[in-house]
């Protein structure tokens, strides 16, 4: 058996294609969004202060290799035909707001900075970096964070904070290599394939 099902089930390899199928848990929180726009109740945001002297460009350039690295954050969600189905986007220019602002303001600062995510428009993760004016002697942002729960867990946040602080100290990450991404797409896909191909009996494993 194979996840606790049949092995007459055998996996057929599946190519890089225009969309894939989604998980249960990702066709739930799509469906649960069309219903309620504004529910930031699967939102995941972060925030740090990060005292010292922060290069600017450096922490835009390494969160653009990030999303460059991982196709989580290159992931958006769509409806073919009558199919909720995932894309994955090749390149996104990845913007980082980045402003000056009072540390009383802390709180606003949070506030307006976690709103909802449209599903059709990665990428479904937002970074800000805010320098905070009230001390004149030592620099100290506030860095945010916020993704959407239907591409990350607890497990991809880890991951993200890890690979953003290796990077930023000059540290070379292993590779998520070409072959071990694809080796992790086709996996995948092929769990994808085949917990939505039983349901719906159009999808052949041999």
Not at 141 to 149: E, I, S, T
Request: hydrophobic fraction near 40%; charge should be neutral.
């Amino acid at each position: 058996k194979m996840n606790g099902c049949s092995s007459s089930n055998t996996i057929r390899k599946t190519g890089i294609k225009p969309y894939y199928s989604v998980s249960s848990s990702q066709r739930r929180q799509y469906i649960l969004k069309q219903f309620a726009p504004d529910n930031l109740g699967y939102n995941m945001p972060g925030a740090m202060i990060v005292s010292g002297n922060m290069d600017i460009e450096r922490f835009k350039e390494i969160f653009q290799k990030l999303v460059d690295r991982h196709e989580a954050f290159r992931t958006c969600f769509d409806i073919v035909g009558s199919h909720i189905v995932q894309r994955v986007v090749d390149k996104i220019d990845f913007t980082v707001s980045i402003e000056e602002t009072n540390e009383l303001d802390i709180n606003d600062i949070v506030r307006n900075f976690i709103k909802p995510f449209e599903l059709d428009t990665p990428p479904l993760l937002r970074v800000g970096l805010y320098k905070l004016k009230q001390d004149l002697f030592v620099n100290k942002y506030l860095f945010l964070f916020d993704m959407h729960h239907i591409i990350s867990d607890g497990v991809s946040m880890e991951i993200l904070l890890t690979e953003f602080m290796s990077l930023y100290q000059g540290v070379e990450l292993p590779a998520c290599m070409e072959g071990q991404k694809a080796v992790e797409r086709l996996f995948e896909t092929v769990y994808l394939l085949w917990s939505g191909g039983l349901s719906t009996g159009n999808v052949a494993f041999r």
